[in-house]
């Protein structure tokens, strides 16, 4: 199995969901990756809402490409 590469960094649980939704929708397989606290308790500081978006390492430029059309730049520090 590749490894899983972040393609986006969502605010929280909802958006990380939408983006998720988008990209499958496209055929490619996402997978979020969180702190657990963040969703339970509603937290949104120091980062334990964040919510990060996920693809194996094959399908990271199409993902990409479909969130850059979608108007969602990547953050620049994602590689």
Known sequence: MSSLVVVYKAAGLPEAEIIKGFL???????????????????????????????????FVEEARDLLRRLGDEPQPHIR
């Open 24 to 58: 499958e929708s496209e055929d490619l397989p996402v997978h979020l990756q969180y702190e657990s606290a963040g969703p339970v308790y509603g937290l949104t500081v120091d980062g334990l809402g964040e919510v990060r978006v996920c693809v194996p390492e094959a």
